[in-house]
């Protein structure tokens, strides 16, 4: 049985392809906003890439963001379910999911059965998400991507004392204008997040093991500081953009399993 995952997010929308609620055959990532073809895009991709049709899909399910933007799905579910349903089928031992999208931070609490049991969330302030380091990584002309391979040379972080990501920004500016080691300042903007993620996480209460997903995951400049500010270690896959996508795929998986 082979069901579909969508998740379609602020910046990126994602598709996983699995069989029988177990195995990846698929996967494909698109990075446009939400209410745009990037949708249809990543599910052309990973049909393209996986040699099979829409027609052999048992069940779809849209999760995300945008996830009602997506009529053809057979459900539409929240990402904080599908987050922990996608980590708990990778890692099945966590108990707290840090996920950290492009305008968003969660951090999920799971129980001993892998479900959501509690959750936090910040979507009403850039700082700490995404969004925050898409504009820093701007300012310094670096690729999102670069980040951790920076920030892994700082000889001594800049603290970025700024709460606001448009006063960060300033803060960033006049730092390069004083001749700060760009190193030094990724290693800062990478803190500054997992500082603002730590907090949130801590309101939720830490049990561990951790695990961060979404795209910030990816930076191994924020996983490091998060290590740091949480004294945890924090499971990761090179997967971890994928997580909603994939819980999504589990969660059709679940249903078409019932009525099939
Ligand atoms: P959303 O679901 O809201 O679109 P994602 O979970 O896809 O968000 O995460 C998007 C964020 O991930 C971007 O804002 C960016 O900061 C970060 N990101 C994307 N790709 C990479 C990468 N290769 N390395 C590090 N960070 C990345």
Redesign the pocket.
Known sequence: MLTLGI?I????S?AVILKDGKDILATSLV?ATVGTNGVSRAIENVFLTSGLRESEIACTVAT??GRQTYEKADYQIS?LSCHALGVNHIFPEVRTVI??????AKVISLNEMGRMENFVMNDKCAAG???F??VM?TILNLD??R??LEAAKAERIVNISSTCTVFAESEVISQLANGVAIPDLVAGICQSVAVRVASLAKRVGIREKVCMS???A??GGVRNAMQEELGVEICYDERA?LM?ALGAAIYAANKAGKSG
């Open positions: 998740d997010g602020s910046t990126t994602k990075v995300g963001y990402e996920d950290i999208g492009g305008q968003d998400t995404g969004r380091l898409d990584a999102i991507s980040l951790e979404g795209g910030v990816r930076n953009q909603g």
